[in-house]
């Protein structure tokens, strides 16, 4: 018994427009999985953002609301953990699927191009996107291979958003600077520095992971994060697979849904194929997982 993924859709842009919402995302790649053929009934509902619309309601919980009656029995659970939650859903699917021997719906999405300020120079890297899936019990050979996860040491404030429960302080603290332009103030930061810190251990990360599961992937996939960094490791990783994928020039970094929109794009390759799906950034944590499809 293992498990499957299906029903794969994807959406993204560079709008530099900021009042389309992490939602809209959402619709966008839900409403054609719903429509086309996926289950009638989800047993979970597992949702991964980098920054919701709001905290509460949640994104899983708007999403509820949108499709009622579809996933009003599912349980949802919602993930904030950066870019590196993807991975981080697609693996817990994964595992429910199989102890539940149900059909659960995934849904990764984040409208990164508006979290960050027109002022940051690293905005033009970002994108908006999401990504959908249903996992599913098989009796055929596809199935989660391996996962792991490693937070690495005084890397956490690698990517930061202040909207959160303490913004209310930071406005105090900023007062005209955060009038004058909330989103540089308040939004997503990432810190170049930790960035490269946390990448030198991509490859070590890799190694660990090979010697634990014993099994070599066929195709790599990481968080398309941006052009610059994403040559960088295919430079490093070209010498242990057959194929990187690397599409940043095309999607853009859309937070924890780029390396699954990647997916997507190059679904028509992956049948048969062990695939290694990787994600990084947001508390200096590299997750990922092997999945033979």
């Known amino acids: 018994m293992g498990t499957l993924i299906s029903h794969m859709h994807s959406t993204f842009n560079r709008s530099n427009d900021y009042t389309h919402t992490v939602l809209n995302l959402a619709v966008d790649v839900l409403s054609p999985l719903l429509s086309n053929g996926a289950p009638k009934t989800f047993s979970h509902l597992v949702v991964s953002t980098t920054c919701p619309d709001t905290l509460a ?82 009796k055929g050979d596809q199935r989660m291979i391996h996962h792991k996860t490693k937070q690495y040491e005084n890397l956490s404030e690698l990517v930061t958003v202040k909207l959160g429960h303490r913004a209310h302080q930071e406005i105090l603290q900023g007062k005209e600077k955060v009038l004058q332009d909330p989103l540089d103030q308040l939004g997503l930061h990432m810190n170049p520095v930790l960035a490269l810190k946390l990448l030198r251990h991509a490859e070590e990360f890799y190694h660990e992971f090979l010697e634990e599961c014993k099994t070599k992937p066929d195709m790599m996939i990481f968080h398309q994060v941006n052009p610059e960094i994403l040559n960088l490791l295919q430079g490093v990783f070209t010498p242990h697979v057959a194929e990187f994928v690397n599409l940043a020039d095309v999607v853009g970094n859309c937070g924890s849904a780029s390396f699954a929109i990647a997916l997507d794009l190059v679904k028509e390759k992956i049948p048969g194929k062990k695939v290694f799906l990787c994600s990084f950034g947001t508390g200096g944590v590299i997750s990922a997982g092997l999945w033979q499809f």
């Open 57 to 138: 309601p949640s994104l899983g919980q708007t999403i509820n609301q949108h499709f009622y009656p579809r996933f009003a029995n599912a349980h949802v659970f919602d993930l904030v953990q950066g870019c590196a939650g993807g991975v981080s859903a697609l693996v817990l699917a994964s595992q429910l699927s199989e102890i539940s021997k149900s059909h659960v719906a995934v849904l990764l999405a984040d409208a990164a191009r508006q979290s960050v300020s027109d002022q940051n120079n690293i905005r033009p890297f970002f994108g908006n996107g999401a990504f959908t899936c249903v996992i599913s019990t098989t």
